[in-house]
């Protein structure tokens, strides 16, 4: 393997966070800014040996509020960046996450989960931090939240955070979990010319023209960094389109409202599902993250038993696919079966969408996933 | 669900124009003040603008091109200041500022990367981040402005109020031990360290250049006058009386241990150039220390 290549292109034995890392790089990541936690310390450590060979900086910070501040700070410096981190640091980065929801700062967060709350289950898998996920910072704004189911979509999404991050302009989250994080898997690492590399847009306006805050017609605006000649003023306070601290309330409801619209319109473009074996099912398994994988199986068993069982993969958790899911409800499904290593936050999110379906939260606490006999009796129930 | 939002006004960017015509350009430091930004928040009598002129004459003494150089704030009033300068400004969270300058710096190794806050923000809620980035050394100029409170929020008591001074959170008089920022910063390892009031202009401009000039983390505290937020209960007076207890109390005393260096409230306030040490800067290590071994691995 030689060290100063940025796309490993080839086969490979990697666990999900080594893959995160491989991901990032090969989407362009040059800047990581982190601060250990189990279970995502081992992308810490494949970027603090990759980065250096492929001229990018990794720096350990002083903890997960630092990492995600430098992080921002690099993105306006021009250079795609990442951090990584488990729910206490989650928790910590919030603040700067939304400040870089209203920077509108392109760049990636991956969130290892395990059980929680507080300290909780160190080593162990959750899936509880789908809600900070979405709402986890104060006010309104858009998210992009991914979840991988193995080591190879860790690698994929995270190609694909950077992507998003990039076009839409703001912090993309990888849910990722222990059990993807730490698992061993074969990645398959594309030749470069077949990966994306989407770049931030750039302002075609000269300085003193260009308005960094205007969305225009994808409600996005083109960035300019520092050093570029801009000037640009860039505020966490409510701002105006030329970026200056306006606090009033109907700058207020222009910019929020962007925030949140860039995401929503564009919904039909971020949003990924994988179904199978959902076109004649009666019972809809919605699962993601490690618990996809059992339920997965679950949906075979019950097949093989001659139930019409399907299932309703989401690779995408932000923004959730409320229009499939109406869809089906509105087919006349009999209900949906959600497992999840939480107490129910996407059953919540199904139910909002299931128009009065049945649905059966299968629900862990956290530090073990479902056996497939568990949610198999949750389908069983439901037929 | 259906949704009825409301229509907000628009931007108006005639209008935003025709303020900069009417308002920019006028003044000598305009060319680095940001179109349309003045009149700024500050109240009267406070040190923050005195601070801000002595930035940017350093700024232009050492001919710092504009666009080489970006200011970073976090929160108060002191982190307004990034709003008023005409170049890259950041005004970021309350406490971060030093740890995002620290990313834009490493991925813009090139520009001058400047922090600009408050002694609440840099040293209460930000203050781990400061020691930090002293201790890698870390290529930025931080200046401090320490008006011993809590100004945007009111007055409270921060890191810096003195022992038994009245702030409408030590209503009693204060009973923690306030830090000496500058002991602390160079404790912490930084290259440059220096301690002026705002009636030190002139030796505050000349530090500014220091800092533009040198590498590694460099730290300045500059002492202002908070009439509104600590100078009421304390009865210290207007702004301009307290530059003139600034002006009959300080004591320039250059290359001393910071540890010394005192700024009572009543007392002797010590300032000066404490410390001017070279070091290699986190960059310059990581460059060679790490950068060099992996490309040659
Ligand atoms: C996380 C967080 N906590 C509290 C605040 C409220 N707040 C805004 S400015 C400030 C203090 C600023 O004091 P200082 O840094 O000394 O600056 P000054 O206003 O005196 O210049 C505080 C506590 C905040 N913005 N964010
Ligand atoms: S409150 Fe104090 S620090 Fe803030 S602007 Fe007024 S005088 Fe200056």
Not at chain 1, 114 to 121: D, N, V, Y
Not at chain 2, 80 to 93: C, P
Request: aromatic content about 8%; charged content about 20%.
């Amino acid at each position: 393997m030689s060290k100063s290549r940025d796309v490993l292109t080839g086969e490979h034995f990697l666990n999900g966070d080594e893959a995160s890392a491989e991901g990032a790089i090969a989407a362009g990541c040059r800047f990581f800014a982190g601060y250990p936690i189990t279970p995502a310390t081992e992308i810490a450590e494949r970027m603090a040996k990759r980065l250096p060979a492929v001229s990018g900086v990794y720096i350990q910070m002083e903890d997960e509020i630092a990492s995600m501040a430098a992080v921002l700070g690099a993105s306006w410096g021009g250079t795609k960046s990442m951090t990584a981190t488990s729910g206490p640091g989650f928790s910590l980065m919030m603040e700067n996450i939304g400040l870089g929801m209203m920077m509108e700062t392109p760049c990636v967060v991956v969130n290892i989960m395990r059980g929680g709350p507080s300290t909780g289950l160190p080593t162990l898998v959750g899936q509880g931090d789908v809600m900070q996920a979405r709402w986890g910072s104060h006010g309104d704004y858009g998210v992009i939240a991914l979840t991988p189911s193995s080591p190879q979509e860790a690698f994929d999404m995270t190609i694909e955070a950077f992507g998003l991050s990039e076009k839409y302009r703001l912090p993309v989250i990888v849910l990722s979990d222990e059990l993807i994080g730490h698992m061993y898997e074969r990645v398959v690492i594309p030749e470069k010319k077949f990966l994306p590399r989407i770049r931030r847009r750039k302002p075609r306006k000269a300085p003193g023209e260009h308005l960094p805050f205007q969305g225009g017609e994808d409600l996005v605006p083109p960035m300019a960094c520092a050093g570029e000649g801009y000037r640009l003023h860039v505020t966490g306070l409510t701002h105006d389109e030329m970026g200056y601290p306006v606090i009033t309330a109907s700058a207020q409801e222009r910019l929020v409202r962007r925030l949140c619209d860039k995401i929503r319109r564009h919904a039909g473009d971020i949003i990924r599902i994988e179904e199978e074996a959902t076109e004649d099912a009666e019972v809809i398994v919605v699962a993601y993250g490690c618990a996809s994988r059992t339920a997965r199986e679950s949906v075979h068993m019950a097949r093989r038993e001659g139930m019409r069982a399907g299932l309703l993969r989401l690779l995408t958790v932000w923004p959730f696919p409320d229009g499939r899911i109406r869809e089906l409800a509105a087919r006349g499904v009999k209900g949906f079966v959600v497992p999840e290593v939480n107490y129910g936050q996407i059953a919540g999110e199904v139910e909002r969408c299931a128009a009065g379906r049945d649905v059966l939260m299968v629900g862990l606490m956290g530090g073990a996933v479902h056996t497939p006999d568990l949610i198999l009796e949750a389908i069983k129930e439901m037929v | 669900m259906r949704y009825k939002l409301v229509d907000p006004e628009p931007f108006r960017l005639g209008e935003f124009k025709q303020k900069i015509d009417e308002t920019h350009g006028i003044h000598p430091d305009d060319r680095y003040l940001k179109p349309g930004r003045i009149p700024h928040i500050w109240c009267p009598g406070c040190g923050l603008g005195i601070v801000l002129s002595a930035f940017i004459k350093g700024m232009d003494s050492m001919e710092v091109a504009i666009d080489n150089c970006a200011v970073v704030s976090g929160i108060g009033c002191t982190g307004r200041v990034a709003g008023y300068l005409n170049m890259d400004t950041y005004h970021t969270t309350h406490g971060r500022a030093i740890p995002f300058a620290t990313g834009l710096k490493l991925a813009k190794p090139e520009m001058e990367v400047v922090v600009f806050s408050g002694d609440g923000d840099l040293f209460a809620i930000g203050g781990n981040h400061l020691i930090h980035a002293a201790r890698r050394n870390m290529d930025l100029t931080v200046i401090c402005v320490n008006n011993f409170n809590y100004g945007m929020t009111g007055g409270q008591a921060g890191p810096t109020t003195h022992i038994a001074a009245k702030t409408v959170t030590t209503p009693y008089g204060n009973c923690e031990y306030p830090f000496n920022l500058t002991h602390l910063a160079y404790a912490s390892g930084a290259v440059y360290v220096a301690r002026w009031t705002s009636f030190h202009a002139r030796y505050l401009i000349e530090s500014v250049k220091k800092c533009f000039a040198k590498k590694g983390f460099k730290f300045i505290e500059v002492l202002t006058p908070c009439p509104t937020g600590y100078g009421r209960p304390n009865r210290l007076g207007s702004g301009l009386d307290q530059m003139k207890v600034y002006r009959d109390n300080s004591e320039i005393r250059n290359d001393i241990n910071p540890m010394e260096a005192e700024s009572g409230l009543n007392g002797p306030i010590i300032v000066g150039e404490f410390v001017d040490r070279e070091k290699p800067t986190f960059f310059e290590r990581y460059t060679e220390g790490v950068l060099a071994k992996a490309s040659a691995g």
